[in-house]
């Protein structure tokens, strides 16, 4: 694909056309090649669907359909259209999820995330996203590459190791969270280490509050946003700061009431739901669990897509958390392997522009052998650091929250 793409400037109108000529074929290929849709949908005829209010009728697919059906039918649950040996790279996500990688290139289209933050063939990328066990790092890189970059793997940690491979490589380019690269910046103060041909980032995995962006841009750093998740690849970009994400455009993108599977009216806020046009793993009507909001204005880069406001928060109780998604039963399976805990709730918050959780557990130990302990079990079965806090007996609030997110974002 090359950018700038024609596509992101047709009029939508013509895209609407092209998403309700192609939904009837894409259906009968999703039913015939992915047995988890060959059962929800064996009554609906597919030719019927070729509209989007037609599309609106099917029902909603959740990641705890997903959890389910992959632990009666693994790996994937019967909703990939491929063969687990089919696949180029398999991934297991924090759920657990099972994920696959289709062959052809660019699997994810993050390169056009890529290009619109100014990304261009003979760029040296430096993508610090894990490239263990979950897609994130090979969906930068897929990207990036599909452009003509050079990518260096530098994956997460050894910040004194990162800021010495950006300067001997010359990186101009970053991919990954912003506050890791706000701490390699800050390391490389700290080392004495000038980054000049850093230019540009393009983040995701957390928010980018307007302080920090500003603290990028006075070290003549351009930072965008964009907004993907391993199972449905982009979503949508930032194109210009404070004007939304421009939806991507092989994706129909639906604000839906959470819990449910209708549309909101305009300018509500809703669940992010979609359909991904990905033959190997043919999402349909996927709900991505994360609240926005289409934006009134169309974006004025001159793409004509849809805008999204963003990410508003969460339609259920989980958490991202530095670029993880914690699910309240993993919070259930710490207190599982430790029986001196009564009750827990995690309570994520910001500190310094940082992601910050600390487990909350009533119990009548005071141990602080016991507070390691579970620090150990949040650690192992998120694949994050936090805090433990332990509290009397009950002291904590009996509201139903076992995650309890007060971030706040300027």
Request: aromatic share 8%.
């Amino acid at each position: 694909m090359m950018y700038p793409d024609p596509q992101e400037r047709r009029p939508h109108a013509e895209r609407v056309a092209a998403w309700e000529h192609a939904l009837p074929a894409f259906i009968t290929h999703a039913k015939q090649f992915a047995p988890a849709y060959g059962r929800l949908l064996a009554d609906v005829e597919a030719t019927s669907i070729n509209s989007l209010a037609a599309l609106a009728s099917l029902p909603i697919t959740r990641k705890s359909a997903l959890i389910n059906e992959q632990k009666q039918q693994p790996p994937f649950g019967g909703y990939a259209a491929l063969a687990a040996g089919q696949a180029a790279r398999l991934f297991a996500s924090p759920g657990p999820i099972n994920e696959p990688q289709g062959t052809t290139e660019d699997f994810w289209r993050m390169s056009r995330a890529l290009a619109a933050a100014g990304f261009v063939a003979g760029d040296i990328v430096h993508n610090c996203f894990s490239y263990h066990f979950t897609p994130g790092g090979f969906m930068l890189d897929s990207g990036a590459r599909a452009l003509g970059c050079a990518v260096f793997p530098g994956g997460v940690g050894q910040t004194e190791l990162q800021v010495a491979a950006m300067r001997d490589l010359g990186a101009t380019a970053y991919t990954g969270t912003p506050s890791f690269l706000k701490i390699i910046l800050e390391k490389a103060d700290e080392l004495g280490v000038s980054l000049p041909k850093l230019t540009k980032a393009v983040v995701t995995g957390e928010a980018l509050p307007g302080s920090l962006r500003q603290w990028f841009t006075d070290r003549g750093i351009t930072v965008r946003q964009c907004y993907a998740t391993a199972d449905l690849g982009l979503i949508a970009y930032e194109t210009t700061p404070s004007a939304g994400m421009v939806l991507d455009e092989n994706i129909i993108v639906e604000l839906v009431k959470p819990g449910s599977g209708e549309w909101v009216a305009e300018g509500e806020v809703g669940e992010v739901v979609v359909t991904s046009f990905n033959r190997d793993y043919p999402l349909i009507r996927f709900a991505t669990g994360d609240l926005s909001a289409f934006h009134p204005d169309a974006s004025p880069c001159g793409r004509t897509n849809r805008v999204i406001k963003g990410w508003m928060g969460r339609a259920d109780q989980t958490a991202k958390i530095k670029g993880m998604f914690v699910h309240p039963e993993q919070i259930h399976a710490i207190v599982k392997r430790h029986p001196e805990i009564q009750h827990a709730r995690l309570v994520v918050d910001r500190a310094d522009d940082f992601d910050v959780m600390t487990l909350q557990i009533e119990t009548t130990e005071s141990s602080p052998t016991l507070q390691q302990a579970v620090a150990d079990t949040m650690r192992d079965i998120t694949k994050l650091r936090g805090e433990v806090q332990l509290c009397p007996p009950q002291s904590l609030a009996r509201d139903g929250k076992v995650i309890d997110d007060i971030r706040k974002f300027e």
